[in-house]
């Protein structure tokens, strides 16, 4: 797979994910959170048994990697939908989508005591510009960032899932297709929110009225956020490794500010437009050509 298809992938995957902070806005006009994504579990299960089905990259789990499989589900959907889909509910689309953004401060961590990954000053560099670029984003002169401390902390634990989650998600992609392990990942979601969601949410579920612009958000959300995104990242995953994949999540703050403007009517101001320059701009350096990068991490080891 070449390089450029590569980067098209994964920039579709954040593009997918940074919609996802507006449609979720428009899909609590009628769901709550739990509902919510039960739902888009339910949905997305359906659609990957068909896509493995039809494509035929169905394969079944190998002995001793049910438990991998199972980690990989608990910290994402479960653990990271928990803190986003509660944390949404407190903060705006762009700060939630700039939180997220902090996953790349994290993952080189993870990446180099659990896989050896060694990040290079290139991707470290690269990895805090596009950093500040997100803070420009989502800071407003005056204000701050003027959110809830439990939004902020249910959209960590979102932060700290998602790192944990490309961990296993990389040892899966070893032994398995995308389609197959996306199709696992949102089974096992499902039974792990089922009991939850009957416990909070099943006896309003049927009692409310849902307006059409609600369920048509959840559908997108569904195709594109928990279907297609995650589909597009773990091809990439697979080629660029976990640091340099997850650096790429600095653009979501940027795509989300964009589409809130033009949906949901929020501000955009010259700062903002030069917080995008920034984060590209930083995900250019942390992006150099993969011989550079070799040759950093020669030099530095």
Known sequence: ????????????????????????????????PIGLVE???????????????VTGKFQPIQQGHFKYFAILAFFEPFLYFMGESFGMNMVSPTLGAVIISTIPLFAPVTAYFFMGEKPTWFILLGILIS??????????????????VPGILLMFLAVISAVFYTVFLKKLTEHYYGLTIIFYQNLFGMVYFLPVFL?????????VEYKPEAIRAMVLLTVFASVAAFIFFTAA????????SNAFINLIPAITA???????????????????IVVIAGLYLGQMSKNRILNASEQSS
């Open 199 to 207: 416990y909070v949410e099943m006896p309003q579920f049927f009692t």
């Open 131 to 148: 950093m500040a670029g997100t803070m420009l984003i989502a800071w407003q002169p005056g204000v701050g960032f003027n959110a809830s």
């Open 1 to 32: 797979m070449n390089q450029v298809r590569i980067y098209i992938y994964v920039v579709a995957a954040m593009t997918g994910w940074a919609l996802s902070f507006v449609w979720v806005k428009i899909a609590y006009i009628s769901f709550n």
């Open 258 to 276: 964009l589409f809130s403007y033009f949906i949901l009517k929020e501000e955009i101001s010259v700062q903002k437009v030069f917080g995008v």
């Open 237 to 244: 995953i697979k080629k660029l490794g976990v640091t340099r």
């Open 39 to 53: 739902t888009r579990l339910l949905l997305a299960t359906i659609l990957m048994f068909l896509l493995v089905k």
